[in-house]
């Protein structure tokens, strides 16, 4: 009977056993089933999240802003990109994310992946130093159309603006504010960067290849090529029409160096021209709305659109003038008498010396007080000192100058015509905004310490100013091989061949015809008279200046 109680109850705690085990199993099984369908899910989102983020994303859809309490403040369009505040390690926990250096936020199912915002380097605009401000709820528009809305107000700097619209940086985009009531603007200092307070406006009437230019108005286009490479290596840039009428309406402030270039003849190699080159030359049409005044003179943000001030460029026009006009100076044309038998004095020196501080006992230096004694002389009576690119043009009969004209030319590039050995020259030059010519010994001195607009640099060989083995100078003593080598080294380093001058007034047929071939268009001697263009181009004369030279003999010089 016992056996019987003992056996049924053990039994029984048996079966609530089994029951207790069965339901820990499912339990379990049901926990680890939650866990893992959490994890499963957990795993999506972070995979989704990582899809979604990169250092910069775009709106995938119409989607809300939000605060870093994840409070909806405003709303975004759709195809905005945003750039993103780092984010070390992604998590769950990342479901918004920030907009770099702010305190807004965007849901990740909002947004996708997009490629780096490229900064505009090319950017020349100037930010105003006024800005916008508004109190409460801010509407941002691109192309008319709303883009992001804010729940606060903004005080932002003005990018540019229109008739309609102030332009405003907003979460890295520019956008629109509407000119309405309720949006102010204060001033505000954003910048202390110079803006263009002129353009140049450089007018082409026509411009052609070599073939089909045929008069005074028509510009070659390798001529205008090298206006642009002008243009490019001394930092200045082209703007539109558009932009210029922006520019007079004072809603856009331009950076430094602004130019506009026009023309009304539109063709075939004008075409080609705008397609390879990074500065465009506009088609003036009736439709564009502004008159021009050939004036030779600057436009500036004051001038009236029907009286514009522009500079006429045409085939006789220097390359001195055409940097004094694209520098914004009045440049007056010179009415030129044709004269088939004018002659120029071309002058040499040689070294320059301070007689107050310094000897030089050389025959062929001169003291700056006679140089600056015979530059005075050449300034009171209104002579005009030549670069070579304008001798060399009127040596080919391709312009005419003014009968006061002379070209002033140096040799060698030693004892004080460069920044490392006296600096005499180019001080001088500088003050007197005259112009003249040096022939370096390309390889003896670096070509940097002669640069100045006013000094052009041209070639005395690069290492051949020295005596020659056969009793005569190198130049004439040297194989032709040996001639055509020194003459290509120096080429490489003053990177113009206008013009070369034979060391020692030196020269022979063999070297002259080297020379030629060398690809120079002129080169210089001694001789002691003045040029003619029916001299030998390639043996023009000069007038040597000595240490004795009286200032009345430089007056006979030029005279």
């Known amino acids: 009977m016992g056996n019987k109680k ?48 990169s250092d910069v994303v775009i709106t995938s859809r119409k989607t809300k802003l939000y605060n870093k309490n994840k409070k909806v403040i405003g709303s975004v369009n759709k195809g905005y990109s945003f750039n993103l505040t780092k984010i070390k390690k992604l998590s769950t926990k990342n479901q918004y994310f920030n907009i770099k250096d702010t305190d807004y936020y965007l849901y990740y199912k909002d947004v996708k992946t997009s490629t780096k915002k490229e900064e505009d380097d090319d950017n020349h605009y100037l930010v105003f130093n006024k800005n916008i401000k508004t109190k409460k709820k801010t509407k941002f528009y691109n192309d008319n159309k709303l883009a992001i809305s804010i729940d606060r107000g903004v005080n932002l700097p003005i990018e540019y603006m229109d008739e309609k619209h102030y332009y405003v940086k907003y979460l890295d985009n520019v956008l ?120 030779n003179n600057k436009s500036t943000k004051d ?23 694209v520098a914004g100076e009045e440049v007056k044309e010179v009415v030129i008498v044709r004269n088939p038998q004018q002659s120029i004095p071309v002058i040499n020196y040689h070294f320059f010396y301070d007689g107050t501080k310094e000897a030089c006992t050389e025959n062929i230096c001169l003291d700056i007080v006679n140089f600056r004694q015979q530059l005075d002389y050449l300034r009171d009576n209104g002579y005009k000192t030549l670069t070579m690119d ?31 050995n006296g600096n005499h020259l180019i001080p001088i030059l500088e003050e007197y905004k005259m112009h003249a010519t040096l ?44 001639l055509m080598t020194d003459l290509k080294k120096s080429l490489e380093i003053v990177d113009n061949n206008n013009s070369f001058c034979f060391p020692f007034y030196s020269y022979s047929d063999a070297s002259v015809e080297t020379v030629k071939e060398a690809g120079f268009k002129l080169a210089f001697i001694g001789g002691n008279r003045k040029a003619k263009r029916t001299d030998n181009k390639y043996l023009i004369p000069r007038y040597p200046i000595y240490k004795g030279t009286s200032l009345q003999q430089f007056i006979n010089m030029v005279s």
Request: hydrophobic content about 30%.
């Open 303 to 325: 001038s009236n659109k029907d009286n514009i001030d522009r500079y006429l460029i045409k085939n006789n026009t220097s390359d001195d003038e055409f940097k004094r006009m």
């Open 439 to 482: 022939f370096l010994i390309a390889g003896w001195w670096d070509v940097e310490n002669y640069r100045s607009k006013y000094l052009d640099i041209q070639s005395h060989t690069f290492d051949m100013h020295q005596a020659g083995s056969c009793g005569s100078g190198q130049v004439v003593c040297a194989s032709k091989e040996e």
């Open 176 to 295: 629109q504010v509407k000119k309405e009531k309720n949006v102010e603007v204060v001033d505000n200092k954003n910048t202390e960067e110079k803006e263009s307070l002129y353009i140049s406006v450089l007018h082409f009437n026509a411009i052609y290849n070599d073939e089909q230019c045929k008069d005074n108005t028509c510009i070659k286009i390798d001529k205008v090529n090298e206006y642009t490479k002008y243009l490019k290596d001394n930092g200045y840039y082209s703007i539109s029409i558009d932009q210029y009428k922006s520019y007079l309406d004072k809603n856009i402030r331009l950076k430094e160096k602004a130019i506009l270039l026009t023309t009304v003849n539109d063709n075939e190699t004008l075409k080609k021209y705008n397609e390879e080159s990074e500065y465009k030359i506009e088609l003036l049409t009736d439709k564009t709305g502004l008159k021009f005044n050939d004036s």
């Open 6 to 53: 003992v056996k049924k109850r053990f039994k029984k705690e048996k079966n609530v056993s089994e029951k207790i085990v069965t339901a820990l199993v499912i339990f379990i099984a049901i926990s680890f089933g939650v866990l893992m369908v959490a994890l499963y899910f957990k795993s999506n989102i972070e995979k989704a999240i990582n899809k979604n983020y």
């Open 390 to 420: 304008e001798f060399t043009k009127w040596m080919y009969g391709q312009i005419e100058l003014p009968e006061k004209s002379v070209l002033l030319t140096i040799d060698d590039g030693a004892f004080g015509t460069g920044k490392h």
